[in-house]
DNA sequence: CTCCTTTGCCAACACTTGTTGGCCTACACT
DNA sequence: AGTGTAGGCCAACAAGTGTTGGCAAAGGAG
C-alpha cells in the first residue's frame, strides 16, 4: 500500500490523463478504459491506484484558484485585475483544464456542484472581503465570469470567443467593478 | 407511421416525463428506461415514437425564448425588460424545465450545444438588432444571463439564490443596459 | 543469491445501456 | 360483424460500463 517512487510516474500518468478526458467528456462520459489508455495503463490500475472512479475524480479536480490579494491594488483597478485573473487561469494549460472539468461535471453532477460551491465560498467570497452584502457581490461577481467562461470555453459561442483577451476583459471589467463597488439596491 | 388521437396522450406523457429526467439528470444520466417508467409504458415505445434516445431529446428542448420586440420600449429600460423576461422564463414550470435541460446537456453533449448556438443566433442575436458589433453585445448578454442562470438554477449557488427576483432584475439590468448601449471598446 | 513486496496485465464478472423483433390486444372502418 | 392496423408489452440482444481476482515479472532488502 506504500507508495514507491517508481508508481509515481504511473499515479501522474493517470491523473493527467483523467483530467483531459474528464475535461473534454465530462463525468459520465469519460471511461476508466480510455483513461487507462490514454496513459497507457490496464484499467485495473486507475481502481487500484484512486479506489474508483469517483475517487479519481476527485484527485483530479484539486484547485486552487491563486486569486491576488485585492488590498494591494488600486480601488478602480480591481475589477480588471480580477476579471484578467480569472480568465487567464481558464486560458492556461493545466488550471484551464481543471476548471473545465469542474464546470462540466458541476452541471450534472452534484458532488461536483458542492465543490464549485465550496471553492466559491473559500476563495471567492473570501477574496472580496467580508462586508454585510459581501457573499452576494460575490455571487454576482462569479455570475458573469462563470457566465464568460461558459460562453467561451464550453459553449463556443462564436462571438465570445472571436474576441481577444484584453478586449474581453475591457468590456467585462465594469460590471465587475460595479458589483463588487457599487452600492445595491 | 401516422398519428392516431390515441397515441398523442402517451406522446406527451413520453415528453413530459422525458423533460423531468433530462432537466433532473442531463443527457446522459437519463435513461430511456428510466422516462418510460416515468410515463408508465415500455421502453420500447420511446424508440417507436422517437426513434431513438437523441431524437427523443431534440423533441424536448423544442424552446421558443419568447423575447419582446426590444424597439417597443423606452430605451433605458430595455436592460431591465430583457433581463426580467429571461428569469422569469426560467422560474417558470415548462419553459424553466426545458431551458434546464438545455442547459445542463449543452455543457456535456456538442449537439446540445450546437443548438444553444443556434438558439442564441436565432432568437438572442436578432432580437438586439444588427448593428456592426451587434453579435458581440448580444454575446455578452448572453454570458451575463447564462451565468446568472447557472448560478442560480443548476449551481443553486447560496447567495444568488437567496435574493428574489427583484432584486437580482435590479443587479444585472445594468449590466445587460451597458451591454447593449453603451459603446465598447 | 534469495525472498517478498509491488507493479502490471489478462480475463472475467455483474450490471446497465440503447435498441430490436415478435407476439398479443383493442380500436376503427367498411 | 369481420378485418386490418396501430398500440403496447415481453424478452432478448450486442455493446459497453466499473470493478475484481489471480497470476507473471521486476525490483529492492536481507
Redesign the interface.
Known amino acids: 500500500m506504500a507508495f514507491t517512487a517508481r508508481s509515481q510516474e504511473t499515479r501522474g500518468a493517470i491523473l493527467t490523463a483523467a483530467r483531459r478526458r474528464f475535461a473534454a467528456?465530462?463525468y459520465?462520459?469519460a471511461t476508466v478504459r480510455a483513461i487507462a489508455a490514454d496513459a497507457g495503463i490496464d484499467p485495473s490500475m486507475v481502481i487500484r491506484y484512486y479506489g474508483s472512479k469517483e475517487g479519481l475524480f476527485a484527485a483530479a479536480v484539486d484547485v486552487d484558484l491563486r486569486l491576488p490579494d485585492l488590498r494591494t491594488i488600486p480601488h478602480d483597478q480591481v475589477g480588471e485585475t480580477f476579471v484578467r485573473h480569472f480568465l487567464e487561469l481558464w486560458e492556461g494549460e493545466g488550471p484551464g483544464e481543471v476548471l473545465t472539468v469542474l464546470?462540466?461535471s458541476?452541471?450534472?453532477n452534484d458532488g461536483a456542484?458542492e465543490r464549485?460551491?465550496t471553492i466559491?465560498t473559500t476563495q471567492v467570497a473570501t477574496a472580496l472581503g467580508s462586508g454585510e452584502d459581501g457573499?452576494?457581490r460575490?455571487?454576482?461577481v462569479?455570475?458573469?465570469?462563470?457566465?464568460?467562461a461558459?460562453?467561451?470555453y464550453?459553449?463556443?459561442?462564436?462571438?465570445?470567443v472571436?474576441?481577444d483577451i484584453d478586449?474581453l476583459v475591457?468590456?467585462?471589467a465594469?460590471?465587475v467593478q460595479?458589483?463588487i463597488g457599487a452600492p445595491?439596491?
Chains 1, 2 share one sequence.
Open positions: 467528456d465530462g459520465e462520459r464546470l462540466r458541476a452541471v450534472t456542484a464549485v460551491r466559491f457573499p452576494t460575490a455571487a454576482l462569479a455570475s458573469q465570469l462563470l457566465g464568460a461558459l460562453c467561451r464550453i459553449l463556443r459561442l462564436p462571438p465570445i472571436a474576441l478586449t475591457a468590456d467585462l465594469p460590471t460595479r458589483y445595491l439596491v
